[in-house]
């Protein structure tokens, strides 16, 4: 249509363009006068003038839109209100394709908002990164994963870790490799994969960064549990027979004449069942505590937790001067636990963390519940005690193992045993502040 009428216009020009030359000329020979030539030269002047302003004020209406879409501005409009009927066609047909191309954008905005969301939920680190060394692109995860809040070029992983940075770096495509990190005092074992891909012409390095130490610790933590059940069977099945022949000669010495020989015996034999009665005992209590049962779930409120852990453990703390405070801000919302195997686990932190801070004063333990970014429920359980020993970090969660006198090795990981079935993570370390910090981290999953 617009095509039609600009055609209209450029042909109606011509035409008057043409009948006014032929004017002039039949004007000049018929007269024989250059006076009388002035006035249709004029028109004909004005007539140029006039197509020339019209064309011109089209090419910068033109020059403007294609400048505002060059600039990606579609902001600007033409008014359509005027008496010119191409010219309030042609403002009417620019703000369309103008419209056109900011449905377009805010299309692509959104889709690639969509997207972006998409990548920030994924529980693997995704960085793209362009043959200089930039990184345009980058998830959550994956600044989770390297302690940071931004990074835009490669060589920024220096300062996080240099064999992270190195590996990134020079890792080829299709390749993978086990990296153990500690960034920012946890422990990070991180699976490296590398891919390439070309966009638009350029090319670029795919990498992917997975967190693997959540399934070492499940194939761990079961790898334990098998080897001290076997252990466990083992011990029992060798102590009851030796308890049961100690108990035997010890009814058999009783028949005997006393003498100090077979006095000697006798007390020999009571230490032997003593001490075999003793580590029965404690096989069975073992088993029992390791033999944690699937958590039947029910939605509950933190709240509701915490007021229970307060009552339970008022008279142990009072008794060791020990203060506990618990932040104000708890999330409200109920979320599916087996209240009673975690409040189990959050005993045995508050009890680890007591016996911490024996030798401290003004000791204190926290507990701070809160919704992290990426939709768990974290609880954390600190003190400010002297800390977790550096070396035995690693150590902690593993049965049996203990640097207390009378600890028995085995409250900490029934609490990541509990944790564990409730499908969350539980991690150890020491803060910044002073004192120890074992964080639970949950997924929020609600009724």
Known sequence: MLNRQLFGIILANAILMAGLSLFTIWTYYHYQSVALLSFPISLVILQILGFTYYLNRRNKQLATFLTSIEQEDTAIRFPTEVKNQSQRLLHTQLNRVNQILQDIKLKHGAQEQYYRTLLDQASTGILVINAEGQVPTINQRALELIGRQHLRHQDQLAAVDQQLHQTIKSIGNGEKQLLALRIEEQLVQLMVSSASIISLGESYRLITLQDIRNELDKKELDAWIKLIRVITH???????????????????????????????????????????????????????????PNPVLKAVSPLSIIDKLRILVSHQLAESGVKLSVNKHIPPLPFLVDEGLFTQALLNLI??????????????????????QNHQLNWEVMDNGPGLPAENLEDIFVPFFTNKEEGSGIGLNIARQIVRLHGGTLRAQNRKEGGALFLIALPLRID
């Open 234 to 292: 083992e011990i029992a099945n060798t102590i009851g027979p030796v308890l049961s022949l100690s108990r035997g000669m010890q009814k058999h010495l009783e028949e005997l004449p006393p003498t100090d020989h077979s006095r000697f015996l006798h007390e020999a034999l009571n230490i032997i069942t003593e001490r075999g009665e003793n580590l029965s005992s404690f096989i069975t209590r073992y088993r029992r505590l390791m033999k944690v």
């Open 351 to 372: 009890k680890n963390a007591a016996e911490a801070l024996q030798s401290t004063p003004d000791g204190q333990i926290s507990i701070q519940v809160r919704i992290d």
